[in-house]
Every structure is written in C-alpha cells, then in structure tokens.
T-cell receptor
C-alpha cells in the first residue's frame, strides 16, 4: 500500500496562475481532507469530502475549489494563485467510523510545498 | 468543536518521561481525544486516542480524568527522535479535526 500520495511535491507559481494538486489514497477510505499549514502554525482545514461526488467547506475555503470524482482521488484547485496561498498543503484520508468503532485516525500525505511569487 | 489548550513548547533530556497536558474544558459527551505527532517537513501521524480513563499502546499512554476536561499524553523514556510537534485534538467521530498550534517538544542529549 502506498497510503496517501500527493502530486506534485513542490511548485512555484506566479500570481494569477492556476494549478491543481492531486491527492490519491489506496486504502478505500470514504473521507478525504485538504489542509494548509503556514510556518509555525497548526493545520487549517480547507475543504473535505465524506464520499465520492460530495465536498464541503472547511475553515479556510476561499480561493480554493475541490472535486472528488473518484473515491480514491481528491483534487484541490487554485484558480488564481495569490502570495497569501504560499503554504504547505497536506491531504489526509480516513474511514467512516462505525458506532462500535473507536478508531478516528486520519492518514496524512507527505505534503506539497507551494510558493506563489 | 471543543477548543484545546496546550503548552507551546517543552524541553526534555533523553531518557526522561515526558508528560504533555491538554486542557479541553468544553468537551462534549460524544467527543474523543486524539493526539498526533508531526516531524518537520512531514504530515501529522496518529499517536493515540481515548475517551476516558487510560489508554496505552506501544508508543505512548493517554490519561483522561473522570471529568474529561483535560488529558495527558505520556511518552516514556524519550529519545532525540521524539523531537516533534504534538497536537491534542478533540472531536466527534466522522467530523473533520481542528488542529491548534500544538506543543513543540525538544529532546536534548
């Protein structure tokens, strides 16, 4: 199992350019998440998905769009990049836990370091 | 989601036991307490989760008092490789986690 993978690992954009970050998981997880982490800060939730074809806004959704066309993939798009979007982006996935399950573990990818100049 | 408060940083010598306490005064009945570890340039990694009393695994122990308004992550005999940021999170199953700034643990030789 590769777990959670993210593409690309690094990217430099100019202001106004667009790009898509790809997250893939091979654990058959229902839930997927996109976070951003700025230097010295904790992670902030951008968007998440509770299943194929569904998405929801997190804490900081402005300037980003997402799509979950396939269960194993979760795409994060930046339509018009801004310097304020310079950050490390983490994708994560998890099972939908059942009533009898105490497990609440999210599995994280290695991150994508994005710089917008 | 319940807000958590934890120390910004802690220092420890190798071989010592480290206890990191997290306060979550507004924890709800259905909330679980989860701890994650993050090394530089890596995504967070699940350490341990609990609801009440004590939970132990091969990495750490989690102590939760009866009122559940706080919890303590205990790392036995830390080594240099335990230097990381540790996050305490509180939330209901199947809802997104909210990460604070965490506790930066520095282990000194």
């Amino acid at each position: 199992n590769a777990g959670v993978t993210q593409t690309p690992k690094f990217r430099v954009l100019k202001t106004g350019q667009s790009m898509t970050l790809l997250c893939a998981q091979d654990m058959n997880h229902e839930y997927m998440y996109w976070y951003r982490q700025d230097p010295g800060m904790g992670l902030r939730l951008i968007h998440y998905s509770v299943g194929e074809g569904t998405t929801a806004k997190g804490e900081v959704p402005d300037g980003y769009n997402v799509s979950r066309l396939k269960k194993q993939n979760f795409l994060l798009g930046l339509e018009s990049a801004a310097p304020s979007q310079t950050s490390v982006y983490f994708c994560a996935s998890s099972y939908r836990t059942t009533r009898d399950s105490n497990s609440y573990e999210q599995y994280f990818g290695p991150g994508t370091r994005l710089t917008v100049t | 989601l319940a807000k958590t408060t934890q120390p910004i940083s802690m220092d420890s010598y190798e071989g010592q036991e480290v206890n990191i306490t997290c306060s979550h005064n507004n924890i709800a009945t259905n909330d679980y307490i989860t701890w994650y570890q993050q090394f530089p340039s890596q995504g967070p990694r699940f350490i341990i989760q609990g609801y009440k009393t004590k939970v132990t695994n091969e990495v750490a122990s989690l102590f939760i008092p009866a009122d559940r308004k706080s919890s303590t992550l205990s790392l036995p005999r830390v080594s240099l490789s335990d230097t990381a940021v540790y996050y305490c999170l509180v939330g209901v199953r199947n809802t997104p986690l909210v990460f604070g700034k965490g506790t930066r643990l520095s282990v000194i030789a």
